[in-house]
């Protein structure tokens, strides 16, 4: 007795599928891949190995019916690997390397050429450290002799003697700049105060040393560009004989002291003058040394002012 149904395999999915015997040498499509293929005449012979258990249900035939767009959409989507084999592996017979994406490739040739340029830099790094610990010397302050391929190290040379000007009375110069210190007194600041209804004048209650300077040119044909030692950016350093620093006088915002230049140009018929600020020397104080930086004139070097005792006291 013939069968009812023939079954046989898809050519493209390789499903089981089964139609009536009547319809064999007819048209169809797969009923889960939608291939068109045609019913054989015959029942088509079993794989060897049975489908894996996650394989999905048979599919039934279906003569020339449209699939539907949702089938249509996974069966064009690449089934899922198990594995991946690795880069520069050979594949088994008929097995195809998985396409990657476009930024995928872009990100391993950047791993790649990180990895390398890495590895390259920390190799380049060992050779130096080897190299530097090969010819450098491990000290170079006296006693023992130099192993081969050691450099010496010369010592830095002791910086030049400061020069100490007198002050009232002496000048120092740099460059074409010169400083003076005209005067030098112990006192209350003179302040002028900006208020609302005008500026006004008044004194501190504090005592502070008054330090006033002349700055010049010593080429008629050169101009000095004057930065005050006094304000909030100066570095002006007052210093006695024990040790002791003097902080420069800070009187707040608003309030700027009766003399005080904060920026201005010096030439050969028009000198600047300014006046410095600094703490009230204590009692045992026998001198003061000031030291004024060279940049506040934009020269190298600083000027260095010896102010004795009775220079403050007699006044």
């Given at each position: 007795m013939p069968p009812e149904n023939v079954h046989f395999r898809c050519t493209r999915c390789g499903r089981r599928g089964k139609a009536p015997a009547a319809a064999a040498g007819k048209s169809g499509r797969c009923?889960?891949?939608?291939?068109?293929?045609?019913?054989?005449?015959t029942v088509?012979?079993?794989?060897?190995?049975a489908p894996p258990a996650s394989s999905p249900p048979e599919g039934e035939w279906r003569a020339d019916a449209p699939s539907p767009r949702r089938q249509q959409t996974r069966s064009r989507s690449r089934p899922s690997r198990a594995w991946e084999p690795a880069v520069g592996a050979i594949l088994p017979p008929g097995e195809r390397r998985p396409r990657r994406s476009p930024r995928?490739?872009?990100?391993?040739?950047?791993?790649?050429?990180?990895a390398a340029a890495f590895s390259g830099g920390l190799m380049a790094g060992v050779v130096l450290l080897l190299i530097a610990r090969a010819y450098l010397p491990e000290s170079s302050s006296g006693g023992a002799p130099l192993a081969r391929g050691e450099m010496a190290v010369s010592p830095d040379p002791d910086p030049p003697p400061v020069e100490w000007a007198t002050a009232p009375g002496e000048a120092q110069t740099l460059g074409h700049a010169t400083v003076e210190v005209t005067d030098v007194s112990v006192g209350r600041a003179k302040l002028k105060v900006i208020a609302f209804g005008g500026d006004q004048e008044r004194e501190t209650d504090e005592q502070y040393l008054i330090v006033r300077v002349r700055v010049s040119t010593a080429s008629p044909a050169r101009k000095v560009d004057y930065r005050s030692w006094g304000d909030v950016f100066g570095s002006a350093e007052a210093r006695d004989d024990a040790g002791n620093e003097y902080d420069r006088g800070a009187f707040g915002f608003g309030a700027t002291p009766v003399g005080r230049t904060v920026s201005g140009t010096a030439v050969r018929e028009k000198p600047v003058e300014d006046v410095l600020f600094f703490d009230r020397p204590v009692d045992t104080a026998r001198?003061?040394?000031?030291?004024?930086?060279?940049?506040?004139?934009?020269q190298p070097g600083s000027f260095h002012f010896r102010i004795e005792r009775a220079a403050w006291e007699n006044r």
């Open positions: 009923g889960y891949c939608s291939t068109p293929m045609t019913v054989p005449d088509a012979s079993p794989r060897p190995a995928a490739v872009a990100a391993i040739r950047f791993a790649e050429r990180s001198r003061i040394d000031l030291t004024l930086p060279g940049s506040g004139v934009r």
